[in-house]
């Protein structure tokens, strides 16, 4: 796959955000040593939020990534179930520690699209061929976030967007598994929200006037790393499903059934963790990622880039 050549500020981008690999000396020692173990009460919000963030980010302020990859595949009432597109991301996930029992987590996510079955990316402007309506359409890689979460012995909250979820007081209580001795999580969300996109300025690319989505996200990791107090974080594996709306780029509008989403990854220490292709491709068409002190700093997702493109932003 052709690359451009690495810039001297990307290049030290990337080996600040290759900071992390502080971690993976951590974790081997955690490895090889006598294991230490201090049992948390799950019961209890403060074993919930150390369990959790331990899982997810860290304790300690510090970037990780997230990558995962799956497909997406249409599914239209009458119809079989359908895939469209392969997709492979990584998220610079952000700690920052405030204080005791006290964080806030930040989201910036670049996703790349594959052909179905295919070891390769797709290149800018290559179409697919939509399955229900036969029609060409033009995938575009996409990025996400900044998504800033905050983090206590309380329900977690998001921060700073246009979706802001109040402080509702509730204690943090998560449904907690052990089996194996994994210990298991997964989260379910869901989502109402006014669409970006509206349908009578957008009638093919619009799922509608609102952007509905339901949301199952699971974290794992062995029960001792999480007991081992001398651990900010844990490698952990990921599983996401989820049903959408359309995406623009599907030009669905004004049909009937929903997107379903089947994701599952790992959490990195660094970079140099994640495929050498994938970040190949991810500094031609998403060299802002790569930015530090921070990628971008104003919320974006597909639906906005889909908004700007079709203006001539």
Same mark, same amino acid.
């Given at each position: 796959?052709?690359?451009?050549?690495?810039?001297?500020?990307?290049?030290?981008?990337?080996?600040?955000?290759?900071?992390?690999?502080? @971690?993976?000396?951590?974790?081997?020692?955690?490895?090889?040593?006598?294991?230490?173990?201090?049992?948390?009460?799950?019961?209890?919000?403060?074993?919930?939020?150390?369990?959790?963030?331990?899982?997810?980010?860290?304790?300690?302020?510090?970037?990780?990534?997230?990558?995962?990859?799956?497909?997406?595949?249409?599914?239209?009432?009458?119809?079989?179930?359908?895939?469209?597109?392969?997709?492979?991301?990584?998220?610079?996930?952000?700690?920052?520690?405030?204080?005791?029992?006290?964080?806030?987590?930040?989201?910036?996510?670049?996703?790349?699209?594959?052909?179905?079955?295919?070891?390769?990316?797709?290149?800018?402007?290559?179409?697919?061929?939509?399955?229900?309506?036969?029609?060409?359409?033009?995938?575009?890689?996409?990025?996400?976030?900044?998504?800033?979460?905050? &983090?206590?012995?309380?329900?977690?909250?998001?921060?700073?967007?246009?979706?802001?979820?109040?402080?509702?007081?509730?204690?943090?209580?998560?449904?907690?598994?052990?089996?194996?001795?994994?210990?298991?999580?997964?989260?379910?969300?869901?989502?109402?929200?006014?669409?970006?996109?509206? !349908?009578?300025?957008?009638?093919?690319?619009?799922?509608?006037?609102?952007?509905?989505? @339901?949301?199952?996200?699971?974290?794992?990791?062995?029960?001792?790393?999480?007991?081992?107090?001398?651990?900010? &974080?844990?490698?952990?594996?990921? @599983?996401?499903?989820?049903?959408?709306?359309?995406? !623009?780029?599907?030009?669905?509008?004004?049909?009937?059934? /929903?997107?379903?989403?089947?994701?599952?990854?790992?959490?990195?220490?660094?970079?140099?963790?994640?495929?050498?292709?994938?970040?190949?491709?991810?500094?031609?068409? /998403?060299?802002?990622?790569?930015?530090?002190?921070? !990628?971008?700093?104003?919320?974006?997702?597909?639906?906005?880039? /889909?908004?700007?493109? @079709?203006?001539?932003?």
């Amino acid at each position: 796959m052709p690359t451009d050549p690495v810039s001297r500020r990307e290049a030290l981008a990337l080996a600040m955000a290759a900071s992390g690999l502080a @971690a993976a000396p951590e974790l081997a020692a955690a490895s090889t040593a006598r294991r230490r173990r201090e049992a948390l009460d799950l019961g209890t919000p403060a074993g919930n939020v150390t369990a959790y963030l331990k899982l997810r980010a860290s304790l300690d302020t510090r970037d990780v990534f997230m990558w995962f990859t799956g497909r997406l595949d249409l599914v239209v009432p009458g119809e079989p179930v359908r895939p469209i597109i392969d997709v492979e991301s990584l998220i610079l996930r952000r700690t920052e520690r405030l204080g005791p029992l006290a964080w806030t987590v930040t989201d910036w996510e670049a996703a790349l699209y594959r052909p179905l079955g295919e070891d390769r990316y797709l290149e800018p402007g290559e179409t697919v061929k939509n399955p229900h309506t036969g029609e060409a359409v033009t995938p575009f890689h996409y990025t996400e976030g900044p998504v800033r979460f905050r &983090f206590t012995d309380r329900e977690p909250r998001i921060v700073g967007s246009r979706d802001i979820l109040p402080d509702t007081g509730k204690p943090f209580s998560y449904p907690w598994r052990v089996a194996g001795g994994q210990l298991w999580m997964t989260k379910s969300s869901y989502i109402r929200a006014p669409n970006w996109l509206a !349908p009578a300025e957008f009638p093919r690319e619009s799922s509608g006037p609102e952007v509905i989505v @339901a949301t199952h996200s699971t974290l794992s990791a062995p029960l001792a790393d999480i007991e081992d107090p001398s651990l900010p &974080f844990v490698r952990s594996d990921f @599983a996401y499903s989820a049903s959408s709306g359309w995406l !623009p780029w599907m030009r669905m509008g004004g049909v009937a059934g /929903h997107v379903a989403w089947a994701e599952a990854g790992r959490k990195l220490a660094s970079l140099e963790e994640a495929p050498a292709a994938q970040l190949a491709m991810l500094r031609r068409v /998403h060299p802002r990622w790569f930015a530090r002190p921070e !990628p971008w700093p104003e919320f974006t997702n597909q639906y906005l880039q /889909h908004k700007a493109r @079709a203006s001539g932003v």
